[in-house]
């Protein structure tokens, strides 16, 4: 008895660790929620009408299930894989449902990656909420700036020397992003 009080006091907060918070939930339901939507946006005529389709829905939903279960983990980067080949492989796409798909890939990355940063027992506080949405802004502002950029150049022909803008283009971008040592 006298080791059962002892030992309580210290097992019970230690055991709470291993919940998963509201926050947390809210993330990763918000990735699965943009996964879900992109694949319904990269296969319009739906998520199993063919038996390729079955596959890349199975495979994609597997590979989100894992990142659901384990955000932290590097195979979420197949998911959108998965989704951006769907569309690579299709003949006519149109504008408005690559920008539908792509807001849902954001969308998905953006839960997936702030539950990365959160232990799963952990909450945001209102501050947290508005520095990640501050930090999701310039984001979301240079993916506009790159639409309106892409569509401006979908009209012409480009050589093999734009691949040299597109790594200067993206190595700007990770410049722009990278986080600011205090």
Partial sequence: MALRTLIDPIAEPL??????SGTQWTLRLAGIAGMVLALMGALPQGLFASFMTVLLTLAAGAVTLIQALRPDTGIGVLGPLLVIAALA?????????????????????????????????????LSAWRLALRGLLPVVALTAVGAVVVLAAAGTTLGPWMIVLGVLAVIGLLVALMPRPR
């Avoid at 055991?15 to 998963?20: G, H, K």
């Avoid at 149109?94 to 959160?118: K, M, Y």
Wanted: no cysteine; glycine share 6%; charged share 10%.
């Fill in 15 to 20: 055991l709470s660790l291993r919940q998963v």
């Fill in 89 to 125: 492989i299709q003949a006519e796409l149109s504008l408005l449902r690559a920008a539908a798909v792509g807001l849902a890939l954001l969308l998905s990355h953006a839960g997936f990656a702030l539950a990365a940063t959160l232990p799963a027992h952990g909450r945001f506080e």
